[in-house]
């Protein structure tokens, strides 16, 4: 211990107009009017008595009206002869900020005070270090990220910030305490894993001293220390005996009625002889300016946008913002998005790319490219890929990324031609390659158009609001009509299914859409397949015959000989030929040449000879049916609606038919327009289906 002053020196502010009148953090819930004033004074009399045997304490009169005003610590940050006034953020105690900065001037300090919508809670949030030249500051439920980089600047320091995420620690000094010897007091689950980090790669950890839940909520790190002694509500033994290793004593000094209020005794206390410390390399925060445009607040897309930034440990601040005047109007919103280094930065703009968010050109560097240097594994920095259409900046150029789809990553090829970039799936990288690292020069198109831009005949599924039964109907028209204008303009409409509609007694009105040309391709599994030819060769699937509702005796084998019957031929396109299977869905498949793919899995009986138990190769075989599809039905499978789910760009309707409203809301939400989840028996699904598609062809 250098740099510290001999005797210390504290403001305190008696608590004669102490009391909870309000409730701004979690502490105060249900404790407005609960505190007893008289007891309070004489805690803080207790407490005072015991630092002033130990320390210099000034005393700042109390204010009637400002109930909050004992808690000085929030009144700024206190190095050397500057303070660097606190910016409350709850009105309640903005009002306690002329006090404070009333005092400080009389007592010939230099007020820096930070820009007023910077909020920033003084030694509630900022903690300097006692052995190393630097700032813990705490974020995230009060003072700001930004405001790291001010008194960074502004005090010529270091400031590590550190991301508070339970809000019963809603200020850095309800959790953590640097000790005068170096050491470290703190509660780690009190902070994200990026801030535990830091301060296990910055405090020796001989230097580290983690306290439990006990300890943290008895607001232990909550301390005040004045040499050898630490002032404190409560202390287990446990720590008592930890802090004797750093040579400290504990006094406990009851201070509950504060605690009500969410503060104790170092709140209660702000250290005003801070010495200077030496000039250390402010560390700046790394910063993006970020453009959102579109139906951004209809739609949740900004406050997605502000959440996602919070909960990855950023901030933001808004450059310019225009909302839309009417509904239909779009809007537009500038950010200059900030986080304490690139690895905290990279994910959040990442994600901010996936809503749609664009990097502004003031801020835009090229697309970062590194190679492959294994066959199959990607750098580990590897951008991955969206649903969305995405262009990079490559060669000062933007080129648009083909072959689209999720969790890939962005190959770069240059040829004569210039730069071209695809989407290639890990396992298909090859040494050498060139892949997009980082989140620099992407462009992402989130949305499909809003409501008022499409044409008014064009098919809309308005939003992802998952239909009742009685909007089941509407639901099947709407599907109906665009199948059938799919199918006239000769597009491509891509099936992927489960057992359950054999079950429910689909099938026949699914061999009727096949027969029609409403179906280009089916990918399914081995069950669907296996069930519909038990159907077809013995009319009941799972051993229950489909026209009378009865379990058949033997049946429960019937999808084994199914099975068997078509090994026996060598495939079902060879039973068919050989006239063993003459009815049902695989038949119609292939009388109608509408390719299948029957992706296998562990739990497949068989399997049929068509499944590929080779998974890498149905993926393959599913993308490649998938290729150029329109609309993608999703009946009651969620394992391979999943898998189609990531294969297809956004753009394609998927209407996606389950009983669970869980499921067919969790397929259809991918952030794009054109999906549609239906809640409903599948096998009732197809039959409306074919009847409203026959109505139509009728008239
Ligand atoms: P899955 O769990 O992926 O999906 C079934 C879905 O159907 C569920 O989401 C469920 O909510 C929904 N559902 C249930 N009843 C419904 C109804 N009446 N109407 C609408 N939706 C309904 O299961 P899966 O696709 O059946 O099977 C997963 C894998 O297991 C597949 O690969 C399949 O081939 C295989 N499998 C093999 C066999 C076999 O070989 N005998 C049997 C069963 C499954």
């Given amino acids: 211990m250098t ?72 009144a700024g940050l206190v190095v050397g002869n500057r303070v ?130 006990k300890d943290a909520f008895d607001f232990s790190c909550n301390a005040v220390q004045a040499g050898d002694t630490l002032l404190m509500h409560r202390c287990s033994p446990k720590l008592e005996a930890l802090l004797a290793g750093h040579g400290l004593s504990v006094v406990q000094t009851p201070l509950d009625q504060f605690i009500m209020a969410g503060g104790a005794a170092r709140c209660l206390c702000l250290r005003l002889n801070e010495a200077p410390r030496p000039r250390a390399a402010a ?12 139906h951004l607040f209809d739609t949740g897309i900004f406050v997605r946008a502000m959440d996602l930034i919070a909960a990855g440990g950023g901030s933001f601040e808004t450059i310019e913002m225009r909302p839309g005047q009417r ?38 560097r090229p697309a970062r490219l590194a190679p492959v240097d294994i066959d199959g594994v990607a750098p580990d920095d590897f951008y991955c890929t969206t649903i969305h259409h995405t262009e990079v900046l490559v060669d000062g150029r933007w080129i648009p990324v083909a072959r689209q789809r999720m969790d890939g990553v962005i190959a770069v090829e240059r040829g004569g031609d210039g730069p071209r970039a695809a989407v290639r799936l890990i396992r298909d990288l090859r040494r050498g390659q060139q892949v997009v690292v980082g989140v620099d020069g992407l462009r992402v198109t989130a949305r499909g158009k809003p409501a008022g831009e499409r044409p008014a005949e064009e098919f809309a599924f308005m939003s992802s609001a998952v239909s009742s039964e009685r909007r089941v109907e509407l639901a099947v028209d709407e599907v109906a009509w665009e199948m059938t204008r799919i199918r006239r303009r000769g597009g491509k409409i891509v099936l992927v299914a489960g057992p359950v509609v054999v079950h429910t007694g689909g099938i026949p009105a699914l061999c009727a859409l096949v027969r029609r040309g409403f179906v280009q391709a089916l990918l399914s599994g081995n069950a669907l397949a296996t069930h519909a030819i038990e159907l077809a060769l013995y009319g009941t699937s799972l051993g229950v015959d489909q026209s009378s509702g009865l379990t058949v005796h033997g049946g429960h084998r019937h999808h084994l000989r199914a099975i068997n019957a078509i090994r026996r031929c060598g495939s079902i396109a060879r039973a068919v030929e050989q006239g063993a299977l003459k009815q049902g869905l695989m038949y119609e498949l292939v009388k109608n040449n509408v390719p299948f793919c029957l992706a296998g899995s562990i739990r497949d009986d068989g399997p049929l000879p068509e499944t590929m138990m080779d998974l890498v190769a149905a993926q393959n075989e599913y993308e490649r049916l998938l290729a150029g599809a329109e609309m993608i039905l999703m ?27 869980a499921v067919a809301t969790k ?27 026959e109505k139509i062809d009728a008239e």
């Fill in 3 to 74: 740099s510290v002053a001999a005797r210390p020196e504290f403001l305190m502010c008696p608590a004669d107009f102490f009391e909870i009148r309000y409730e701004i953090n979690a502490w105060m819930e249900g404790n407005t009017g609960r505190s007893r004033r008289e007891r309070a004074r004489q805690q803080w009399r207790a407490l005072h008595d015991e630092l002033a045997r130990r320390a210099t304490v000034q005393t700042l009169p109390p204010v009637a009206g400002l109930p909050d005003l004992v808690f000085t610590a929030n």
């Fill in 84 to 213: 660097v006034l606190g910016r409350f953020r709850f009105p309640e105690r903005k009002i306690e900020e002329p006090f404070f900065r009333k005092w400080f001037e009389e007592h010939g300090y230099e007020v820096l005070a930070p820009p007023p919508d910077v909020y920033f809670e003084g030694e509630g949030d900022a903690l300097p270090d006692r052995a190393a030249p630097r700032i813990w500051l705490g974020y995230g439920f009060r003072s700001v990220l930004d405001v790291a980089e001010w008194i960074a600047r502004a005090l010529q320091i270091e400031v590590i910030p550190l991301r508070l995420v339970d809000q019963r620690f809603y200020h850095l000094d309800t959790c953590l305490l640097p000790l005068d010897d170096g050491a470290l007091m703190y509660h780690p689950p009190a902070f994200d894993e990026r801030s535990r980090r830091l301060i296990e790669a910055l405090v020796p950890v001989d230097k580290r001293i983690a306290i439990g839940e």
């Fill in 283 to 294: 560390r700046e925060l790394v910063r993006r300016v970020v453009v959102l445009a579109g």
């Fill in 327 to 364: 509904r239909e109007d779009r809007s537009f919103v500038k950010l200059a998005v900030s986080a304490p280094d690139p690895e905290t930065l990279q994910p959040i703009l990442a994600q901010l790319l996936q809503l749609g968010a664009r990097i502004d050109e003031t801020t835009e």
């Fill in 635 to 661: 009946l009651s499978s969620m394992l391979h609606s999943i898998g189609v789910g990531n294969m297809t760009p956004a753009g394609v309707r998927l209407v996606c038919v389950d009983i669970n409203p």
């Fill in 667 to 693: 397929l259809a939400d991918r952030g794009s327009l054109e999906s549609r989840p239906i809640v409903t028996d599948v096998g009732l699904f197809l039959t409306m289906l074919l009847e409203k598609i």
